[in-house]
């Protein structure tokens, strides 16, 4: 058996699991063990593509000298380098936290539809009915968010769509009073 006949399969196999894995992850959909066997399997995929890579390295290395393949292989190689850079505020002191968006979701998420009230200048009252017409039980203004959402069966992010832009489909359409010149 040699190391091309099963080089190749492996590779296949393993990029079938994170291909499938990988979009059920982007949907956020995260049943069974889809993110434990993503990120543990992915070294599997790793390791199939540099076996892969190895037993065809004279077919490999052939790509360099062509147009198509040297842009290919650079671009997704620009890319990957693109993606380590900080981006977005982030800076070398906030390596491995949260973002600020990520931060701010929580933090409404963990508040109360009173407080979350004064940050939209709407009243409790407001807001209640804004969710009642969504089906989410608020009629306690001093529950956060999260209360909120378990007690409805809904998720937290629904529930702040809901309340900041247009309801069930997570605040895509601009609330009332917002301008363009943010």
């Keep these: 058996m040699t190391l091309k006949s099963w080089a ?12 499938v894995t990988g979009l059920l992850l982007f949907f956020d959909i995260e049943i069974g063990l889809v993110e434990p066997v993503h990120k543990w399997l992915s070294w599997l995929f790793l390791g199939g ?10 077919v490999f290395t052939g790509y360099f ?4 393949g040297l ?9 990957t380098m693109l993606s380590l ?13 949260e973002s600020t968006g990520k931060a701010a979701v929580q933090a409404l998420e963990s508040s109360s539809l009173e407080t979350v009230a004064l ?24 529950m956060t968010i999260a209360e909120i959402a378990q007690k409805s069966g809904k998720d937290e992010r629904m529930v702040l769509g809901a309340l900041f832009g247009k ?6 359409e601009r609330m009332e009073g917002d301008d363009d010149d943010h």
């Design 8 to 19: 190749t399969p492996l590779a296949i196999g393993a990029f079938i699991i994170s291909g």
């Design 49 to 58: 593509i540099l076996l892969h890579t190895a037993s065809n390295w004279k």
């Design 65 to 68: 000298s062509k147009k198509a």
């Design 71 to 79: 842009g290919i292989i650079g671009t997704a190689a620009l890319v």
């Design 85 to 97: 850079l900080p981006m977005f505020g982030e800076d070398e002191e906030e390596h491995g936290k």
């Design 119 to 142: 940050v939209l200048k709407a009243t409790p009252e407001e807001l209640a009915a804004r969710l009642e017409k969504e089906g989410i039980d608020a009629a306690n203004a001093s």
């Design 167 to 172: 309801p069930g489909k997570g605040g895509e």
